[in-house]
């Protein structure tokens, strides 16, 4: 079914992004669902968010643009939201994620490559505007991931929707 849709998607030049459910499920593999994205639908993902753990461990997501932890309290269903320093164990991989962002951004954004090529540790404030002109034209994906059923990681999701998709003013 998605790919079916994603062909309409292509047909009418809808923006869009992409949510890698389910990360709380035995057999959740966040690095082959990409590499699906970009070998089954012709895309170039774009990803913001990695995943806290996979499966059983699956604790919440990193935020690559502000590069902090989000966790979320499993009491309240993920409506409370932790933020935190990278943990120790996925900091040399969210480092190499981020790097990879800002540097596939940067491939499709003139400004953003004149500030990259100044400094390659690019913030937010400059990644977002440009990662949204490379959605709307088509030629990123921004990837996130969660568990809706566990309300982890629908937040950011959301977040994505505002700061990359087309307002209905556009």
């Given at each position: 079914q998605s790919e079916t849709v994603w062909r309409q998607a292509d047909r009418y030049g809808v923006p869009r992004i992409v949510f890698v459910n389910k990360m709380d499920r035995m057999g959740a593999d966040f690095e082959a669902v990409t590499g699906e994205i970009r070998a089954k639908l012709g895309a170039v993902p774009a990803v913001v968010t990695l995943?806290?753990?996979?499966?059983e461990t699956f604790?919440?997501?990193?935020?690559?643009?502000?590069?902090?932890?989000?966790?979320?309290d499993e009491a309240d269903r993920g409506a409370t939201v932790r933020e935190a320093p990278v943990p120790?164990?996925?900091?040399?991989?969210?480092?190499?994620?981020?790097?990879?962002?800002?540097?596939?951004?940067?491939?499709?954004?003139?400004?953003?490559?004149?500030?990259?090529?100044?400094?390659?540790d690019v913030p937010?404030?400059?990644?977002?505007?440009?990662?949204?002109?490379?959605?709307?034209?088509g030629r990123l994906?921004?990837?996130?991931?969660?568990?809706a059923l566990r309300n982890k990681g629908v937040q950011r999701l959301l977040d994505g929707v505002v700061d990359f998709l087309p307002s209905p003013a556009d």
């Open positions: 995943p806290l753990g996979q499966a604790a919440g997501v990193i935020d690559l643009l502000a590069m902090r932890a989000l966790t979320f120790a164990a996925f900091a040399a991989a969210a480092e190499r994620a981020r790097a990879a962002l800002v540097e596939l951004v940067a491939g499709e954004d003139e400004a953003l490559l004149d500030a990259y090529l100044r400094n390659p937010a404030e400059q990644l977002v505007p440009a990662l949204r002109r490379a959605t709307l034209s994906v921004p990837v996130f991931c969660g568990s």
